[in-house]
């Protein structure tokens, strides 16, 4: 069975920081690059970070590179949990964040290829 499940949203202000974590399993995770999506109210969801399976190769949209960093430890038993550190925060990171595996160990920042999503993690950044 494949869970995907986001964890660490909150209420944080303008210029704060908040880790993202997500727990994926049931997946052979070695195969699929892992990725980073929001959802901003009245918006469709996009994709703002991917990270491959190793580690070595992350992608960031321009509306967070520089503040955001993507990581991710794999464990095993097909198991990978993904981070997302926010830094910098400003009022329009305020979305539902998600994150989801990727069919393929190459990344995109577009919606093709990602099929299991958890619930999200609401972030909120006001004053």
């Known amino acids: 069975q494949v869970q995907v499940e986001e964890s660490g949203g909150g209420l944080v202000q303008p210029g704060g920081s908040l880790r993202l974590s997500c727990v994926s399993s049931g997946l052979p995770l070695e195969n699929y690059a892992m990725a980073w999506f929001r959802q901003r109210p009245g918006e469709e969801r996009e994709a703002i970070s991917c990270?491959?399976?190793?580690?070595?190769?992350?992608?960031?949209?321009n509306s967070v590179r520089g503040r955001f960093t993507i990581s991710r430890h794999n464990a095993g038993n097909a198991k990978s949990t993904l981070y997302l550190q926010m830094n910098s925060l400003k009022f329009d990171d305020t979305a539902m964040y998600y994150c989801a595996p990727r069919h393929s160990d190459a990344c995109s920042l577009m919606s093709d290829g990602y099929d299991y999503w958890g619930q999200g993690t609401q972030v909120t950044v006001s004053s």
């Open positions: 990270i491959t399976y190793s580690g070595r190769s992350t992608y960031y949209a």
